[in-house]
């Protein structure tokens, strides 16, 4: 004897599973029966998919976009070291800073005294990649290290660490700054310290 809630579902669907208690009957009945568990396995597998790859969530805004500005001055870029070196100098940190315009070009640049050269080019990638992907870098280090979404080292001009932040100004980003020399932690204060200058209107990634 069908279940209750089978004989339901197939009424809805126009099949009658007790035809006359022939076998045609029983027959169609199983077959339909089939199909609802069947749909109804596929539904389920999509729902669990969606949630196990956050890559399938599709969002209703683009992530960070905001509009590239004119490029940031030389004045301005000046003024952003001169927050950013200090910040370092206070806790003995020796660190390479970069300032790049809304292009990803270099605009200034301090490296202190004994600052590991290692981490000059280092400073000058992170702070292209926050310009051109307008974001801050640690959005990429999250990206690899929490949610393990490695597919993001394929990316031209990516660098999964920290310390590279956009620099806005009204609204547009105007360049950015990136900070290497010591942990990553340590790269984000002192980037943070200098962006404190321009950034008035914070980054929404949503």
């Known amino acids: 004897m069908p279940k209750m809630a089978d004989r339901f579902r197939c009424s809805v669907a126009g099949i009658d599973p007790l035809a006359s208690g022939s076998q045609a009957g029983a027959g169609t009945f ?5 199909r609802i568990i069947s749909s109804k396995t596929a539904e389920t597998a999509s729902e669990v ?8 969530v599709i ?4 992530p960070f976009d905001m509009p ?11 003024a952003v070291l001169q927050a950013a070196v200090p910040e370092a100098k206070k806790r003995n940190w020796k660190m390479n800073v970069a300032v790049v315009d809304s292009g990803g070009n270099l605009v200034a640049f301090q490296r202190m005294d004994g600052a590991i050269l ?3 080019r280092i400073a000058e990638h992170k702070a ?3 310009a051109t992907f307008r974001r801050p870098t640690k959005v990429f280090e999250d990206g690899v290290q929490l949610m393990h979404l490695n597919y993001l080292l394929a990316f031209d001009g990516i660098i999964a660490s920290r310390g590279g932040i956009p620099l806005i100004d009204r609204g547009v ?9 010591g942990t ?3 790269d984000e204060v002192v980037s943070e310290a200098g962006a404190a200058v321009m950034n008035y209107f914070p980054l929404e990634s949503k």
């Open 30 to 34: 199983q077959r339909s029966r089939r």
């Open 49 to 56: 998919k969606a949630i196990l790859n956050p890559l399938d």
């Open 59 to 62: 969002p209703n805004k683009i």
């Open 68 to 78: 590239y500005g004119p490029p940031i001055s030389l004045a301005q870029a000046q």
């Open 118 to 120: 290692a981490s000059i």
């Open 128 to 130: 292209k990649a926050a």
């Open 173 to 181: 980003i105007i360049g950015a700054i990136g900070t290497s020399g």
């Open 184 to 186: 990553d932690s340590q």
